[in-house]
């Protein structure tokens, strides 16, 4: 019954920003870890935040990560990604996972939602 639903994707110009949103249904997120994964064209998905189910996070050891910021609403059950000074190489597929049953962010995460694009241009 675990469902996730990312939404927010879209086409930004350089330096703009988007806010992600990972709405889960089924299990409450103060229960589970909630991941954000990314898939660039022709390479591999890699997951790049995540929150566990007591809030910490945990994101890619890459500075350049440090324009995104992971966030919750507990009430509205969903996860957010805030992404800021947007760059070309940000171009993925963005997908929201939420894990087994743990709700640690090295555990296996078996619900996903559909994905949503963001492309940015120069």
């Known amino acids: 019954q675990v469902q996730v639903v990312e939404s927010g994707g879209g086409s930004v110009q350089a330096g703009g920003s988007l806010r992600l949103s990972c709405s889960v249904s089924g299990v409450r997120v103060r229960e589970r870890a909630v991941a954000w994964f990314r898939q660039p064209p022709g390479q591999e998905r890699e997951k790049f935040f995540c929150m566990s189910w007591n809030g910490a996070i945990t994101r890619a050891a890459r500075s350049d990560l440090f324009r995104f910021t992971i966030s919750r609403d507990v009430d509205k059950n969903t996860v957010y990604l805030q992404m800021n000074n947007l760059k070309p190489e940000d171009t993925a597929m963005y997908y929201c996972?939420?894990?087994?049953?743990?709700?640690?962010?090295?555990?296996?995460?078996?619900?996903w939602g559909q994905g949503t694009q963001v492309t940015v241009s120069s």
């Open positions: 996972a939420v894990d087994q049953y743990v709700g640690s962010c090295v555990s296996k995460f078996v619900y």
